[in-house]
């Protein structure tokens, strides 16, 4: 039986010059809307443009919707839609024009390519801007236009790099609902890379988290949401020391953090008992926050191990 892998490598190793910009990446992606996750420059529009072969890779293998792209790239390539992170429009054309000419690339005939671009273009909300030059659009169309080209030739997966960047928080949330759409009405695989947690975690089921060329984590939403290490802050105005005394009590470490909060390693699967305890020692704490998500917390790490390396 064919696997249902949408995107596999072993060991994808791409260099520039000296820089190691992606180190032996392995990843084994089913079908689905995935995020891929990383800070500025962690690789991830060479991750994509190494897939797309727009990009040599140095060494490792890749299947791409079960075939491998060394002795199958151009026929997979057509079952693949892509928005890169820059502008890619044909100066002077106009948008129904340059989405049609993007499907006759893809090997559509005419009729159909231009058949097909007004679906799209109906489809991510473009109404008579669509007559226009490309040139003349915000940068709220332009985003909208890189979605419809990338559809036209109605793709197995397609690849978004970046595509909210530069928008306001309406035209950011305005571009996730569509491409939520994408994989939830359509079935086409999305990969939506972006730089903040927010874009892929409203809309990914699959989140790959990328840092210095490296994949730090990979699983689904729900299952990196739901990984939660046992431990909360509690925010108290007074009784710290007998606070940590309680819990100490239980076995529990802790500590005082910078911020003058009491740390509490619990090992309890809620914060039902913790609330119980200091409710019967008459403690009353002003907030007790759990600790984040194992998502937020590995998005923390990439972003700082990236600091780290610039
Ligand atoms: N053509 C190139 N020549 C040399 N170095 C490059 C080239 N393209 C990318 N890089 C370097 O590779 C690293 C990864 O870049 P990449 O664009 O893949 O990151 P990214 O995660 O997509 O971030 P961003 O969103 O900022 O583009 C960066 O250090 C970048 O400077």
Not at 2 to 16: D, H
Request: hydrophobic content about 40%; charged content about 25%.
């Amino acid at each position: 039986m064919p696997n249902s892998y949408v995107i596999e490598t072993r060991g994808l190793t791409k260099r520039y010059g000296a820089q190691t910009v992606l180190d032996g990446v392995d990843l084994a992606l089913p079908a689905g809307a995935i995020g891929l996750l990383g800070p500025n420059g962690a690789g991830k529009s060479t991750f994509i443009k190494s897939l797309l072969q727009l990009e040599e890779k140095d060494s490792g293998s890749v299947r791409l919707l079960g075939k491998d792209i060394d002795t199958h790239g151009r026929e997979t390539r057509r079952r693949i839609g892509y928005a890169p992170e820059q502008d890619c429009h044909i100066p002077g054309m106009v948008g129904c024009e340059y989405v049609t000419y993007c499907g006759e690339l893809s090997g559509m005939p005419f009729e159909a390519a231009r058949q097909r671009a007004h679906e799209m273009l109906d489809f991510v909300g473009m109404g008579q801007e669509r007559y226009r030059k490309v040139d003349t659009y915000s940068t709220g169309m332009k985003q909208r236009i890189k979605i419809a080209q990338a559809l036209v030739h109605d793709p197995d997966l397609v690849f978004l790099d970046e595509p909210t960047n530069g928008l306001d928080p309406k035209g950011q949330a305005l571009i996730l609902e569509l491409i939520e759409r994408i994989w939830k009405e359509s079935g086409i695989s999305v990969v939506l890379s972006s730089h903040l947690l927010h874009d892929v975690d409203r809309i990914c089921d699959r989140i790959v988290i990328i840092a210095q060329g490296n994949v730090v984590a990979h699983d689904t939403l729900a299952a990196l949401k739901g990984r939660r290490r046992p431990e909360a802050e509690v925010v108290v105005a007074e009784s710290k020391e007998s606070l940590m005394a309680l819990f100490r009590k239980q076995g529990w470490s802790c500590s005082v953090l910078n911020n003058g909060n009491v740390k509490v390693v619990h090992g309890q699967s809620s914060l039902n008992p913790l609330l119980e305890l200091m409710r019967a020692a008459g403690i009353s704490p002003l907030e007790v926050k759990e600790s984040p998500n194992a998502l937020s917390e590995l998005f923390l790490q990439a972003l700082n191990k990236e600091r780290v390396a610039v």
